[in-house]
Every structure is written in C-alpha cells, then in structure tokens.
C-alpha cells in the first residue's frame, strides 16, 4: 500500500461534501438552472464529479458520478458533466489541486463578458489569499479545446480563473477552499463594480502592496509574483506569456500603477527591513491578526 492514496470512489461523505457545496453555488446565484459542475479527486485515477443536466442545488449523494483523469466514467447513474474535462486538465497539470468548482457568478462572469482584467493591488484579502485572477481565452465548452484553455494559466500559486465569455473556475487542496476562492473573486468583482459606481477606484501604493505580499509569505501563501523576478507588483506579466493575442486590456478600470516587482523590489525592502524591524512590532502582528480574522470572518469559519 505505498500510493498516498485511499479510493474514495464509494466514499459517501465527499459525495454529500460535493452535494453541499452545490447547494451553496445556487444559493449564491453562482450558477442559474443545471449551470456549473464540482469535483474531487479521490484517488490516483479516480474523481467524484456532479452529474450533467442537474441543478447544483438538488444534488443527493446518489446522483454523483466517477470518472478516471482520463474523463472516462467508472461509475454512477448519471452521465457525467461534459465540463469534467476543463476540471481534469487542472488535476492533472496541478497535482496539488484535489477539488475544482466551475460556475458562472454574475459579477466575476461580467469582468470575462467585458474582458476587463481583474485589477490587483486594491483589497487586502484578495492580495494575501488570491492574488493575480488570470484570463483563459474563450473557447466552445464542453470538449478538450475548451478543457486546454486553461493550460498556460495554471501556474504555481494561481487559484482561481476567468473563463472570457464563460464564468470562473477555482480550485485548491480540498472542496471548501476551492469554493471560497470563487466565493471570494465574485465578493471582490462586486466591489468593483461598486466602487466604480461610487467614484474611482484607488490602488494600494507600493508599501502598502509589498507588505500584503510579505504577510502572504510570512503566510506560507504561495503566489506567481513569488516566482517570476520580471513580474510586476500590482500588473498582468506573469501570464503575458500565456495570455498571446487573448490578452485583456483594462478599459474600464485604470492600469494598475507600475512598481518593481516583489522579487526585483525585495532587496531593498529585505535590507530595509534588517535595518528596521517593521516586521516584528507589535503594529504589524496586529495587522496579519486583523487580515486574518477578517478573512477567516468573511469565509464564514
Ligand atoms: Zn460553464
């Protein structure tokens, strides 16, 4: 018995977690009619994934199906969401990724009909637990055209995506924390959304950027612009590469100002911190204590 893995392909419990975290995607208007599909990878070559032609919101654990990474159905009543391929090309470029949520929130889902990027260096919680939302390009759903859009996207510390035209896809190490990830970029596209009707919007400036970056690390969050030196602090380049002709470019929102990236900028903000330790004051224990209440708060826990 060497593989990490125990078949969780009868496993009731994750069958009901997937049927629970439907109900709150309809709860939430994330998904209208039979919209979105959930799944969890439950063994080396097997997932549990919600069924096609379901409302998200009704789903008993019967009516859940398992397919191999493959896409192949291994079991269930039901046919299995055409969709299962977009969750699968994740699993199996991110084996970190054990759960995946498709849907189609109103607010995120408006950003990819618009094309407007999703604007960084604004809110402290989509700093620290999201960071950069990237945009896959659209493609017809359902077969492995669409499934491979997200491909170049996929890169450590990415966590949640605009489908252009489609909706969002999140995921993460386990089914809550990839549903409160679209939970969070459709809260944070509302925001937006409401701030622009309010005024303008205002970004955070450099410090204030860096240090949300700093407490990510200090965290153990792990986040592209920890990765990629040429990447700026607040823009779009780590996915430049990926993005080619598809790449959205801000119309209604105003460019985010352009600073030195956090690997670029963190010498001189690592010997700044050697010779103040801004770090360990009490002032700053208080703020990561306040963003994470803040954040485990708004997560509901
Ligand atoms: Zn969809």
């Known amino acids: 018995m060497s593989s990490p893995w125990n ?6 419990r994750l069958k009901e977690q997937i049927c629970e975290i439907g109900r709150r995607v309809y709860a939430k208007g994330f998904a209208a009619a039979n919209d979105g599909n959930i799944s969890i990878r439950v063994g080396e070559n097997e997932v549990l994934c919600s069924p096609t032609m379901i409302c998200k919101g009704f789903m008993t654990p019967d009516d859940i199906c398992a397919v191999d990474l493959d896409g192949n159905q291994l079991a269930g009543k039901r046919k299995r969401t055409s969709e299962i391929l977009l969750h699968l090309s994740v699993m199996r ?9 498709h849907c189609h929130p109103p607010h995120a889902t408006a950003f990819g009909v618009a094309r407007e990027p999703i604007p960084q260096c604004i809110l402290p919680e989509v700093e620290v637990f999201l960071g950069e939302i990237p945009f896959a390009p659209y493609e017809t759903p359902g077969g492995q055209k669409f499934a491979d859009t997200v491909l170049p996207f996929l890169k450590p510390g990415t966590n949640a995506m605009i489908l252009t035209n489609h909706g969002t896809i999140s995921f993460g190490p386990d089914l809550e924390t990839a549903y409160w990830r679209t939970e969070i970029v459709d809260a944070y596209c509302r925001i937006l959304i409401l701030a622009k009707q309010v005024g303008n919007i205002s970004y955070l400036n450099e410090r204030e950027s860096r240090e949300l970056l700093d407490l990510k690390k200090k965290l153990n969050i792990d986040d592209p612009r920890f990765h990629d030196v040429s990447c ?10 990926g993005y080619k002709e598809n790449m959205p470019e801000p119309c209604g929102f105003p460019a985010p100002p352009a600073f030195p990236g956090y690997l670029a900028g963190s010498s001189a903000a690592t010997s700044a911190a050697v010779a103040s330790p801004a770090t360990n004051t009490p002032q700053f224990d208080a703020l990561v204590k306040a963003i994470t209440e803040q954040v485990l708060a708004a997560l509901g826990k």
Do not use: E, M, Q
Request: net charge neutral; charged share 30%; proline share 4%.
């Open 7 to 12: 078949s969780g392909i009868n496993d009731r």
């Open 232 to 241: 700026d602090l607040c823009g779009n380049s780590a996915f430049r590469d």
């Open 93 to 101: 470029a991110r084996p970190d990724v054990k759960a995946v949520v």
